[in-house]
Nanobody, 123 residues
């Protein structure tokens, strides 16, 4: 069965960096649309970044220039490099294999996702 296991979350000062990883199994990672979405307390889920099977990337305007999505097909692992973290980035971050339309809008709605990893950026 599909398994997605996130790691790398933590607490940092504003301006700090974190790198999230997601180990995937149970499906053909190379051909999948993969992404990250986040859910802050009291807020709706937000698609953060998506990478398709052509390695084209899509990043939310709120994190553009600060977050980078990438993947290593040989390791079936997805990454999210987060720099210059801001307090508003504080949320639970989820790795997802996206079903249907490969887009930020579909992240966290269609497909599978893991248990999440908490990211906290304090001022």
């Amino acid at each position: 069965q599909v398994q997605l296991v996130e790691s790398g979350g933590g607490s940092v000062q504003a301006g700090g960096s974190l790198r999230l990883s997601c180990a995937a199994s149970g499906f053909t990672f190379r051909g999948a649309c993969m992404g990250w979405f986040r859910r802050a307390a009291g807020s709706e889920r937000e698609g953060v970044a998506v990478i398709d099977f052509h390695d084209r990337t899509y990043v939310a305007d709120s994190v553009k220039g600060r977050f980078t999505i990438s993947k290593d097909n040989s390791k079936s692992t997805l990454y999210l490099e987060m720099n210059n973290l801001k307090p508003e980035d504080t949320a639970m971050y989820f790795c997802t294999s996206i079903g249907g339309d490969c887009s930020l809008a579909s992240a966290g709605i269609f497909g599978y996702w893991g248990q999440g990893t908490q990211v906290t950026a304090s001022s």
